[in-house]
């Protein structure tokens, strides 16, 4: 009986060590890993456009998979390259086209089908999307896998909500807050509504601990970075609200060095806004430097107050923006990698000084399509031998707006000039 007793605990603990190890793995970038998506669609009426979009970890950027195109039934299959476990924007364009609303002749208002789904590095969610149930929410679209109840997770919720984005609202705020107090309130809020949701979703149904311990830091720390970037965002709008001398307080609310944040891109540039908002201001005050270097004590910060594996991802993730954005000398891009332990990690950062595409004085722009006012698609070459002014925006970005007077005035301008 002693016997059978030990192995069945030897069993469950093998079996205990596996998931660690499983969900350790899953916790940690993969560079070459592909997901799947299998999306099996039927009766569908109209030719549907299905689109995804990802927030990439390396190269730091907002990444869109291969459009498809749906009609009638059948199978077709997306793959993405994505390197942690994390969530995907699909979008179905057109889906709700001619779709009448319940017991109403009208038609519904919203066109697409906007969801969230997760993906897993090396892992296939199939998706079922059934274009005869597009009046019913829930029925529409179903997701079937190992990771499939994540899925769920943010479909219900999308449900919960009425399909409002609530990092939208997040967002604008920062673009329309009067006062420093009102915009942590009511951000604190938005952010309680969502934890309140994923506690208790979590209480009624099986998602992975690791996934919860993902959700929780990914929305505390989105708020994070959000407060951490207000002030700045406030001077530029010539907003008039003194900075309260408590208001960093926030900052104590969540670890730094905190490993079961490592799959949200929110913790890393709250890491990063940290640094320049609070860390680098009160070094500078406590010490007398008239040549300051925030790149090495941006180094000496990422590998004293973190882990190996974090420190190593945000001082890889500051190169690698800063090889997009700015001329890195090659001083600077060898005392970043010196501090890097990942051998993964420094062959990516290798290839990408390698291959900087950084344009510089004389070179020839990259061609690329943009729509015109008539909706349609223009190639930059067009313009061959013409002086182009570019300038993108968003509709919420206060600044941004506050800047087309000046715009304007230089396109005039150049008009002249020509």
Known sequence: MKRAIIVLL???GLQANCQINQDSVLLRINFDAVSTIKVNYTNFKDTILL???????FPNDYLEGESLKLYGDGIKY??????????VDIRFIGFFSDSPEKDSSKT??????NA?????PSDTLEIEVDYAQRNLQKEAIRYIGKYAGISDYYRNKEIQFNNEDLSYRKGMLSNTAINYQSFKNTLDSLTDIELTFLNDYSKKNDLPQWFVNYENFDLRYDAFTSKMNEPAVMKLRDVVNPLPDDYFSFTKELPLNNEDAILSIYYFLSLRDYFYNCFEPSQLTNKFTGNINY???FIGYSITHFSPYISDILLARELDMSIKLFQVSNDDYISITNAIKSTQ???????????DKNLKKGDCAPDFYLKNESNAFVSLKTF??????LCFWFAGCKPCIKGFPEENHLVDVLRMKM
Not at 345 to 355: G, R
Not at 384 to 389: E, L, M, Q, R, S
């Open 116 to 120: 969230t789904c997760f993906l897993v």
């Open 78 to 87: 997306l793959r993405l390259k994505i390197q942690i476990p994390q969530k």
């Open 295 to 297: 790149l090495h004590d």
């Open 10 to 12: 030897a069993i469950i």
């Open 108 to 113: 519904i208002p919203i066109k697409d089908l």
């Open 51 to 57: 689109t995804s979009g990802f927030g990439n970890f």
């Open 384 to 389: 061959k031998d013409n002086v182009i002014y």
């Open 345 to 355: 990690l420094k062959n990516y950062l290798e290839q990408q000084f390698k291959h």
